[in-house]
């Protein structure tokens, strides 16, 4: 059974990095066809998806934040991860790992979910 | 992008009876369209795909219908598990997007 966890720091200082990485567990990121992605959503709020990447490199990001970020893969360890640059209070947000339902689409019906981690940006 | 409005932001109703959630589409995003319950503490499930589709293990008391711009998630007798918050989303546009919720609860 396919499995998504999320993991990282749970606070960041305004203007910097924040960093997540999401590790599967009961499949392979290279041995599908399926594009993997990141979605979050802050505190008392809807949802909004960051951004999408297939293994072999190609990416889709919500271009509300695509100055800001970069997602990127390890397939020896089976992880995808996930850097938003010069954070602002308004990333505060549990961020959550996803594979859309369909392969090869980077945005569709997302039926796999992490748990989701919680991050607040605040010094 | 493609603004998805739902309603009502709050639904009050007791188990037992039916549901009826709406989300409309700014635009036509022709069956694109699913739905997501989310509990507390807890990542969005999928319900509904392709506005009419159910996924995998949801039971048949939930369904969806609608196409173009106007959409309807339907829970035809609400058992205690079933209040929650209810998101709708489409992805026929990019970048995909999701509506505000409508906060289904006990009265």
């Known amino acids: 059974q396919l499995q998504l966890q999320e993991s990282g720091p749970g606070l960041v200082n305004p203007s910097e990095t924040l960093s997540l990485t999401c590790t599967v567990s009961g499949g392979s990121i290279s041995g599908t066809t399926y594009y993997w992605g990141w979605i979050r959503q802050p505190p008392g709020k809807g949802l909004e998806w960051i951004g999408s990447?297939?293994?072999?490199?190609?990416?889709y990001y919500n271009p509300s934040l695509k100055s800001r970020v970069t997602i990127s893969v390890d397939t020896s360890k089976n992880q995808f991860s996930l850097k938003l640059s010069s954070v602002t209070a308004a990333d505060t947000a549990v961020y959550y790992c996803?594979?859309?339902?369909?392969?090869?689409?980077?945005?569709?019906?997302?039926?796999?979910w992490g748990q989701g981690t919680m991050v607040t940006v605040s010094s | 992008e493609i603004v998805l409005t739902q309603s009502p932001g709050t639904l009050s109703l007791s188990p037992g009876e039916r549901a009826t959630l709406s989300c409309r589409a700014s635009?036509?995003?022709?069956?694109?369209l699913a739905w997501y319950q989310q509990k507390p503490g807890q990542a969005p499930r999928l319900l509904i795909y392709?506005?009419?589709s159910r996924a995998t293990g949801i039971p048949d008391r939930f369904s969806g219908s609608g196409s173009g711009t106007d959409f309807t998630l339907t829970i035809s007798r609400l058992e205690p598990e079933d209040f929650a918050v209810y998101y709708c989303q489409q992805y026929v546009g990019s970048p995909c997007s999701f509506g505000q919720g409508t906060k289904l609860e006990i009265k």
């Open positions: 392709g506005a009419s």
């Open positions: 996803a594979r859309p339902s369909r392969t090869l689409r980077a945005q569709d019906a997302f039926d796999i």
């Open positions: 635009q036509s995003v022709s069956n694109y």
């Open positions: 990447f297939y293994y072999s490199g190609t990416t």
